[in-house]
């Protein structure tokens, strides 16, 4: 016979049995969000999660560089910070209307809009990295997008494989600096901007590197731009670009180094601009100065004449002038007129006869047979270490001597 102390065991045991087997579901990443309170650090535990967050409070959230996302972050609370997260999904982080926001050490291979702010304020993306897939940037999207934004500072990214690095509407205040951006479109893509610091920066393998239109104060220093050498591909092209400070910037083996479209009010000084196609294309330019510049390697230093565009006391690599006062700058002009570089501009395998005597005799007559708007450097830099003086080599002479009685004795046999 059951008794009641023993019905009582049984029930105990039998509620005891059904709790252990119901399965116990962890909280998501949101429902942990919304119990903290604003203010608060977030450290996630190691793992892939696939959810979308909304971010309506100030917090900071660390993945430790262990978490992967597959879901998008939207940020519409002031003072947030994300850190040390993989996102794998759609779509990265979306922040609008928000100021003080931190996107620190994560890298993105998301399937579009990694990272895409919208009317941010004093906000920092540093040290994140973003690739995009292999294909034609047409069916990508920009890695880095800021639209209607003020005081953003970009510092340290690597990008690779996007439409525009980085894609910049209507912003202000922003400063892009120490990123490495590749093998897209533009790697930096500049519309309606003001006040806009490109520094230290890596551009390589775009249709162009620096892409500005209708933007006002730009600064553009101590960047390496190179290899953007497919058909009509720029290093830098400015269209209808004001204030512009282009200097100490390495700008090298790109189709044009740098193309003036409409630009107005351009200082382009102390470069080294280095085994160009062609150097400056200009379209209707002015008030463009391009002063202390060393030019080595280029075919054609220039396509237009010289309306808009001022050239003076830069190093060029084939000035073959003198210097006989002493000031360091040629007595003669540099011409940048060159017929053999037109030739290049119109079929671009000429450029593998640069250095030839032909070539070398077509130099020597636009020098000295010039157009009356062609473009000139009336103080060209005699390059540092350039000795302007007769030298004898009696090794040299020795050798012309003995091959001049070999080839009359040869002449001489056959005849």
């Known amino acids: 016979m059951v008794t009641n102390m023993k019905k009582g065991i049984l029930l105990a045991l039998f509620f005891c049995m059904v709790g252990f087997a119901t399965p116990v579901y962890a909280q998501s990443l949101q429902q942990q969000i919304n119990q903290l309170p604003s203010g608060s650090i977030l450290e996630l535990a190691p793992g892939q999660y696939s959810e979308d967050l909304i971010l309506d409070k100030a917090i900071h959230i660390n993945g430790n560089h262990k978490v992967k ?4 972050v939207t940020i519409i609370s002031d003072d947030v910070e994300v850190n040390g997260m993989q996102f794998l999904g759609e779509q990265g ?25 919208d009317s941010v304020i004093n906000s920092e993306i540093m040290e994140v990295e973003i690739s995009g897939e292999e294909g034609h940037y047409s069916k990508k999207s920009h890695g880095i997008s800021l639209y209607k934004s003020k005081d953003i500072y970009v510092k340290n990214n690597r990008i690779k494989q996007m439409q525009d690095g980085i894609y910049l509407e209507d912003s202000v205040r922003v400063t892009i600096e120490g990123n490495t951006i590749t093998h897209g479109r533009y790697g930096t893509h500049i519309m309606y901007g003001e006040n806009i610091q ?12 620096i892409m500005a239109m209708m933007v006002d104060d730009l600064t553009i220093e101590n960047n ?22 282009i200097v100490h910037n390495a700008i090298r083996e790109n189709s044009i180094a740098v193309q003036f479209q409409q630009a107005e009010s351009v200082n382009m000084s102390d470069n080294i601009i280095a085994s160009n196609l062609l150097v400056l294309k200009n379209i209707q330019p002015k008030d ?17 004449g010289s309306k808009g565009i001022t050239l003076l006391a830069n190093s060029y690599d084939d000035y073959d002038g003198e210097d006989f006062d002493g000031d360091g700058y040629g007595d003669s002009v540099y011409t940048v007129t060159s017929t053999f570089g037109q030739w290049v501009l119109k079929n671009e395998y000429y450029q593998y006869f640069i250095g030839n005597t032909a070539t070398g005799l077509l130099s020597r007559m636009d020098t000295n047979i010039s157009e009356a ?22 090794k040299h002479f020795i050798m012309g001597i003995a091959l001049f009685i070999l080839l009359v004795f040869s002449w001489r046999r056959l005849k």
Do not use: C, M
């Open 69 to 72: 996302l597959f879901g998008k």
């Open 93 to 117: 982080i979306v922040a609008k209307k928000v100021k003080n926001i931190k996107i620190t050490e994560s890298s993105f291979q998301t399937k579009r809009f990694p990272i895409y702010f």
């Open 288 to 304: 463009i100065l391009v002063t202390n510049n060393k030019f080595y390697g280029n075919v054609l230093v220039a396509s237009s």
């Open 373 to 394: 708007n062609a473009l000139v450097d009336v103080k060209p830099v005699i390059q540092e270490g350039q000795v302007w003086q007769l030298s004898f080599s009696g």
């Open 198 to 209: 490109l520094l230290h920066n890596t551009y390589a393998h775009h249709i162009t590197g």
């Open 224 to 245: 390496s731009v190179k290899h953007q050498n497919a058909l009509n591909s720029s290093g830098l092209t400015l269209y209808q670009t004001t204030k512009v400070n």
